[in-house]
């Protein structure tokens, strides 16, 4: 296992080294603007396999991916809407997973056999840079096994960073609490997982003029 320390003054060196693991098929643990993550190349199957395994998480249970730009979200995804887009624009980068349309480019293990996608855009410089320079999306699931909290900074001595091929720690994380989960329906808001963006937020946001 690799263990990174972020260095202000080594950025571009230490992102170049989490790209090439993941360039590699590598498991690679890493901080978000909410909480750490086990990240991977979300195209590769074998990776992503790795990951289920790892946490113990069941086939039945779907990742979501991190994303570093607009167009990103459009090569892995079909018919976003106007309401969509509007929560893109007003939310992203930031604390929420929008669940959208997927195409053919994602592998069902990362879904689960379904037909949408958990999309974010964290606001975090560092992984931001890793996904920019990447140039793909990254598969990204909480770091804790099926059951257990979310973890919000590092402690080295636990079994799962062992079984990942990198570690990156920047202490600990901003936000603390996992991405709120939402789902459009036109204009109807399904809140899948409660976090730091509320529903007001959303509603407001969609029913914004162009």
Do not use: W
């Not at 590092?154 to 603390?176: F, W």
């Amino acid at each position: 296992m690799k263990y990174i320390k972020i260095n202000k003054n080594q950025i571009d060196e230490q992102v170049k080294e989490v790209v090439e693991i993941i360039k590699n098929g590598g498991i690679v643990v890493i901080p978000t603007d909410t909480v750490y993550g086990i990240s991977a190349d979300a195209l590769n199957e074998k990776a992503v396999e790795k990951i289920y395994k790892i946490k113990k998480r069941k086939p039945s249970n779907p990742c979501s991916i991190l994303v570093s730009n607009l167009d990103m979200i459009k090569k892995v995804t079909k018919n976003i809407s106007c309401q969509e887009e509007k929560i893109i624009n007003n939310f992203f980068p930031g604390p929420l997973t929008l669940v959208i349309e997927k195409n053919e480019q994602i592998p069902d293990i990362v879904t689960s056999g379904l037909n949408t996608i958990g999309v974010r855009m964290p606001q975090d410089e560092f992984l931001l840079k890793v996904i920019e320079m990447f140039g793909s999306p990254i598969v990204a699931t909480s770091l804790n096994l099926v059951g257990e909290k979310a973890k919000t900074s590092i402690d080295i001595n636990d079994e799962i960073l062992k079984k990942a091929d990198c570690v990156v720690d920047n202490g600990p994380t901003k936000i603390g609490v996992a991405s709120t989960v939402v789902r459009l329906d036109g204009k109807d808001i399904k809140i899948i997982r409660e976090g730091p963006i509320k529903k007001d937020m959303l509603q407001k946001a969609i029913e914004e003029e162009i």
